[in-house]
């Protein structure tokens, strides 16, 4: 059974930055970052392939978020930049496509002055 810690969310203020963690028990998968607002279905936010190599955004997101893993810690990382109001939500980290069973407890940001 795969475990998905993630971490490093908290209170910023709009057009601040965060950085999330997610320590997977998971290597040669293809991640993903997904977040889901009150009132809101999950969404897929950024995926990076297992080597790293490749990654895709939202287009919400687009140009604000990076994704980045580290192999050797089993790590995934999401960069957080300028954020919005609207990005205000639990993320939380999943394979990509997501699978139902390995959902944590995901961690929240909130995006308010």
């Known amino acids: 059974q795969a475990q998905l810690v993630e971490s490093g969310g908290g209170l910023v203020q709009p057009g601040g930055s965060l950085r999330l963690s997610c320590a997977a028990s998971?290597?040669?998968?293809?991640m993903g970052w997904y977040r889901q607002a009150p009132g809101s279905q999950r969404e897929l936010v950024a995926r990076i392939s297992w080597t790293g190599g490749a990654t895709a955004y939202a287009d919400s997101v687009k140009g604000r978020f990076t994704i980045s893993r580290d192999i050797t810690k089993n790590t995934v990382y999401l960069q957080l930049n300028s954020l919005k109001s609207e990005d205000t939500a639990v993320y939380y980290c999943?394979?990509?496509?997501?699978?139902?069973?390995?959902w944590g407890k995901g961690t929240l940001v909130t995006v308010s002055s």
């Open positions: 998971l290597s040669i998968y293809d």
């Open positions: 999943n394979k990509y496509p997501a699978r139902a069973d390995y």
